[in-house]
């Protein structure tokens, strides 16, 4: 940690003790842990990510640069998290799917799966998307607002059966297919999958969303 006066030693021991916690069952790793290939990770992630989440309003990194979140768990295989990153930026180059298409996907999977962290995130994403304060809580909830708009609730509908059924019905399929064409349905199981990706590597390490006091 670097040296600061007497005066904020107080306030930046406690925000470092509240920090630590944040890595849920691993600890999180300073930039000097790192091997070679994870510091090529750790920047990738520090020049994307980390100031992706800061315009969002969420965090993803401590005041003394350690990742949180699922980052901090990708730096334990970064190649292999490399090429997920990879299919992440693909995935937002590509898609024929709205940003607030995107985010009903993404947030029914965080609540299928219960993932603090993601909900956390992806409330603070689906805010800036257009969303009100009621109709994410009830996301987050693993609930289906009633405000959505006919392509959200279809993709609502479909990603929640995707995930907790892992069945689509015949209705169901023509509806998405419908709303979305095939490309557009073969965009949210991809989202969804890789939604559930991170769902797993959260609940796994029991990473925790930050709190007012991070």
Do not use: C
């Amino acid at each position: 940690m670097q040296r600061v006066p007497i005066s904020g030693a107080t306030r930046l021991v406690s925000m470092a003790t509240f920090e630590d916690n944040l890595g849920g069952r691993l600890a999180l790793l300073t930039p000097d842990d790192l091997s070679s290939d994870q510091k090529k990770l750790y920047n990738q992630l520090q020049d994307t990510m980390v100031p992706w989440a800061k315009k969002s309003g969420f965090q993803a990194a401590t005041f003394d640069d350690r990742l949180v979140g699922p980052f901090n768990a990708m730096l334990r295989s970064p190649l292999i998290a490399k090429a997920l990153m990879g299919v992440t930026a693909a995935e937002g180059e590509h898609t024929s799917l709205n940003e607030k298409v995107r985010q009903v996907v993404i947030l029914t999977t965080g609540a299928a799966w219960q993932a603090a962290y993601e909900l956390y995130a992806h409330t603070a994403v689906g805010r800036q998307a257009g969303f009100d304060e009621a109709t994410l809580q009830q996301l987050v909830a693993g609930q289906k607002p009633a405000t959505l708009s006919a392509d959200e609730a279809v993709a609502y509908d479909f990603t929640h059966r995707l995930v907790t059924t892992h069945q689509i019905d015949a209705t169901l399929y023509e509806q998405a297919i419908v709303t979305f064409g095939e490309k557009g349905v073969v965009d949210m199981i991809a989202l969804a999958g890789q939604y559930m990706t991170i769902s797993g590597l959260l609940n796994t390490f029991a990473v925790p969303a930050p709190t007012a006091t991070t």
